[in-house]
């Protein structure tokens, strides 16, 4: 199966700023359907951005629109999410995932079959 490997994540003051990433398996990744999503405990888990690396397009939660985004180096089969704004609200793990079977349509209600280890990000107010 696809590996994902996350990393970035910290602790930081409400206001600021994160970027993580996501490196991929190569085989995988250049036409793959990637998501992130985020899971606080006592919380559902959400989806908060995905992204289509063939054709670049993105697509956002509410809860980050206009906060976050997501971009990709292809030469290193990673891809990022910049988090900007942060709230407390944001704190959560965040994990890369990526769906079993990708039919073309990829959001952020695609379905997640593979993650990778997560990473904490704590925001502090």
């Known amino acids: 199966p696809v590996q994902l490997v996350e990393s970035g994540g910290r602790s930081v003051q409400a206001g600021g700023s994160l970027r993580l990433s996501c490196e991929v398996s190569?085989?995988?990744?250049?036409?793959?359907?990637l998501g992130w999503f985020r899971q606080a405990p006592g919380k559902e888990r959400e989806t908060i951005a995905a992204?289509?690396?063939?054709?670049?397009?993105?697509t956002f939660a509410d809860s980050v629109k206009g906060r976050f985004a997501i971009f990709k180096d292809n030469d290193k089969n990673t891809i990022h999410l910049q988090m900007n704004s942060l709230k407390p609200e944001d704190t959560a793990k965040y994990y890369c995932?990526?769906?079993?079977?990708?039919?073309?349509?990829?959001?952020?209600?695609?379905?997640?079959?593979?993650w990778g280890q997560g990473t904490q990000v704590t925001v502090s107010s």
């Open positions: 190569r085989w995988y990744y250049d036409n793959a359907c």
């Open positions: 992204i289509s690396v063939f054709s670049g397009s993105t």
């Open positions: 995932a990526a769906p079993g079977t990708y039919g073309g349509i990829c959001g952020v209600d695609s379905q997640w079959d593979y």
